[in-house]
């Protein structure tokens, strides 16, 4: 009666960035900026290790809410773009939709600013049509803690999973031996205190 | 299994407003006055910016309770007004329910002082009587965050929505060329951080 | 398939008030001492305005525990009062389930110290056996937070209502007509706010 | 050996706006933007309110740091206003320092975005010029409580006045009896608690 | 060069209460309304407790600002009451500074509503005036942190001691052996952990 | 329709500890780190004391996540110790599984570091395998609020049941009268509150 | 003109433990308690492992207050134990002075429960007789964050250095090459994120 | 008779960086990871842009406190690196003195792990040694803010100033003019939300 373990799979998920825009970054006051920027960066890279089909859309991007932040659309060359004309769910954006369909993955990753809104509708309308659909709250930023919590419980409600980055990147790699030291560097890059930990084991078993 | 997605639609949405009273409003301490304040305000010029049918009723306004804050009745003059001879959960006034049939939507936008009696007892009512909730949160008050997050606990089980003005007003409009000017004043009026981004793409692009 | 609204009833709730003991309280952090002090007596204020049949239940009250908080007992000189002899869900003493039907209540509002044990264990037993639970979150305390939102978390999930004292007032009143001053007078004793709205209301209204 | 207590004079102040640029104002994050705006707005009313002269200075405003905030400019169409070429420090640029010698006045009010640079480097060049100095703490932001406690420390040890506009209002006005409707205007118009008051008192007072 | 130890004496003491009023109370945000209620009760009962001369005064308590707050005045019934016409800081009142003049003492316990204005204020005035000050911080409030600090900063920086009530009384009592009953009782009445130690201890040592 | 109440039995229940690596432990900072050390030890020895089956898994111990912490092994030397050759996912491995189900046991209290991954991942299996789960929220931790309520929302929605380690100990033991000592040095050893109630309470009735 | 740099000297410095009593430590709620009893034993630990002169001073140790937290007495067996009868400064008791000068230190670490009345009175009365003093902040407690700051602004101003026991252990050790073991032990048996450092090393430099 | 301004100038100043090692880091709790981090290498950044002689210190880096935290040492290939052997207090070592005094500087920039100790001894005794000392907070972390505030406290009363390292550049470069675009990259580089405003800043002046 209770949600079944829906578990990632590498082979069957697509990541969807919406709207890390650099003009709505300033909106964003639930997360620490320095904290923010590395995630966002972080569920990039990871989308990129793990290979997986993503697809990068923004809201008005010639208008105040600015262009993507920097870094975003250079991790993705070849991903589909989709600058929005207007329609602020991007699901109601056909391109937006038959990019997802493009990738053939039924499990959508989602993060985006802000976070009830922008990550929000195109979760619901994701569930409602039929894909599995995990959220990376730690990617996704709003106002403050009552929207986030409003956001957290309208997409948990419906059937949405809340994840965060450093779990995605564990549940899609299953199993270190798979490549050690890729993931291993993923996090390097993303987690100071794991930084701290290898910097002082490399120094300890290089013979030094 | 799960709640499904509920969207909301200018064309069948209601909205409530109970019991923001000058007296109440000294009992709201989860929220920061000056944020409460615009929050308020924000949600009650999203309803006359969509034309939304709008209810206001309050609770012994001619005791220590008060009048309603400045600028909401003025906001509203020809909306039905319900000074409630007791009742406190308004549904049990017959008038209130009244006058929310006579809207003939069937989505209700509810926010009020306190959350937890004021919001939650309507809003439960109304889940019971077949309406599709949403609790605007952040125009909503207590007392601290033990009461608040029990409100939410408590209606959110019940299937009520939780929502914030700002993610009411992107689903409502859906597409920003409906009309980009309205909503981006809407935004600027209530989102400092907004105007700021406006107020610099203002400049930058006025050939200034 | 959500929980539908259980609203209280004055003639079918009874109270449980489970473990407020002098020594006990000493572990309670996350609420401040003062705030909960207050809440508890507003609870047992409420408890005898209403009429509501009440149990009050203790463990080890002649050990480290220590005796019922001051006032708890006076306040219901003829209320049953179960000292477990060790049990600690105080559902597995056959004399409080016997005193809990003795009322012909179905409806249990239930607080105790500490959340996650004195509250949640009768809570759980109580829904198994067909009761409706509401649970007054602020007249329960415990060590800190993670133990208060865990405990949440199982009472919730299980069906249980999460209350604070001042919603279960006024749902169980209704409508203030049935009794102005003597609700007044209960928030007026417990609400510095709300005592603050009535002084000032009556010096204008005085004649002054 | 301690500080004596220099109290502010209408007749004897000058206040310097520095840097409230719509750019800038991102950065601000000690604050939530609600109540920021609301705070410099404030400081512009009571300046205007007062007539106290007031000087406006922005660094690079052409560029990314932004215009002023709406609203700063119009409320002091006639006032001294300094775009500094470069100098980081107000201080450095002699139009500035010409501006307020201009003034005559030995006591100056300074507030600013961000707190430890903006404010903070005029603030004790001023001090050492021989003004005495009041720093508007909640008219002044920065990125973060550390920034914030640093820039107060280094400042107030130099021996400057920490205070916040609603202390500099009172401290201005001395005597509610030199104008109650003004300055009870002002406090209804930027404190919505005491807007609140007010409301419920008119109601109570005007016959109804 | 350091602040020398200015100790309390009881015999060398008053206390001067300002503007505890009904509805400055509600612009009180830097601490919870049941410990501030506390705080200010536990003051007035210390005052009385040590014989300490006490002088109330209000500011506009006919307008919206409100009657002092339900015990204070009952507290002192024969204490110098002087409602200000106007003057903001109650130093500039001849009556009050006559008042305290008239006490003879030369150590002057602060408290009041708001902290940056009518305790800074006359706590300034008092020090000028040759006066040693301590600042009854916890029975003293404000619109929020920034506000507190600042006050707090300029208070101690013109040589004001700050305390709290429960440091007041250990320092003006000296020593148990004056009178336990009464110093216990105080502590008891107004701090709900102290009042369990006793009960328990009670309890242990009763024979039970 | 809500989920039923699984009450822990302790000849049912088996305790699983994943990843409490010296390494890992400086990634937790959602928990202090005294009382982190605490809650794991406390979970430990109530482990030992109720002589529940108990699991030991590492990961990559002899890389930089580090050994167990010190004592953690210790206290169980005859448990099965499944240092995992790389799966993330203890229940990918398949010596721990065995190691479960030669438990007999159906009850899995499971806790580790971080929660979000090494207690999420297993706990998602175990319920999909049938096993009914008890996450032990303050004996896992992880690196901030947004990962720890993430991976809370997804274990409760799949039906975990959150609890603490002192819950855990009452509802195993039920019964104080089954061991009062016993219990008692339990909690005296890892409450600090609690050691001095007894402390306490031993003087008072030692003779003393 | 600023307060110069007093350096602790191992000979020059005696400990002064303040009524860390069993009862008294239910107050304590500035710090958490698995923390702050940690904090105590490694002040204790560190004024044995420096061979401190020591001095245990209680109050009202027969009565509600309780008797010292266990492992203090024990720590310091043959100390100087100071039970006064009722002064509230330690100071005001004879004995508690004599012992002081007993020692021949002129550098007194003071720490005590509660900070503002235990802590500060006996260390302004040391400061105005002429000692250095150096109140360890972190084995201090008190009611909450406006008592803490109230006296730690109140002992700083009059010269008091304010330190926590980690900044003394390390002051008065000067060089780790005085005793590696030993101060790493002190350090490893009270902070947990440096025992799992030292674990980690320990392991990988073991050969293993 | 107050602290004067003491300006900083990069002709004058040096910096120190004290005992940022990976090991140590891990104790760092009253900064996030992320944003500390980031804190340190924008002073080391600053550090070469205002080419400031620059001195490296560490404590034990071939035990558990491990090496420099990756990046640091690679920025300043030539500066003085004193690996010290047992001195706590960086000053006491007499290659570390003879480094700063080679420089020829008076005004010392002073950051490290943790604050209370490797800041804070070396700090005050450069003041003994009459220096003036910036000390940069943001760069500085340790346990606690209890921790924090001691020390800051500490090192404020003995004359040193608590800048930030955004103060710290803003102040060493004066004017814009002297070189806008190597002090926006610097800042661009650190302050994501100053990042966020040049993108948008740049896309619309591009001419795109």
Redo the contacts between chains.
Sequence with gaps: ?????K?LDKDQAAVLLVDHQ??L???V?D????????NVLALADLARYFKLPTILTT??ED?????L??GLQQAFPDAPYIAR?????AW?NEDFVKAIEATGKKQLIIAGV?T??CV??PA??A??AGYDVFVV??ASGT??E??R??????M????A????W??LA??L??????D?EGLGTLFSNH???????????A???SG?
């Design positions: 009666m209770t949600t079944p373990y578990r650099a003009g970054l300033s909106l006051r997360i620490e900026p320095d904290k923010f920027k590395n809201s008005f208008g105040p809410n600015g262009p932040v920097p004309p207007g329609q602020i769910n109601d802000v009830e809104v929000a509708f619901l309308s569930i409602e709250t730690d106002f403050n009552i929207t919590h409003s956001a957290w419980d309208r948990s409600s419906a059937g999973q809340l994840m965060t450093f779990g564990c549940e790699h299953r199993d270190w031996r798979n050690i987690i100071p205190d794991y930084r701290n930990l290898m910097t002082s084991y120094k300890l078993t030094k």
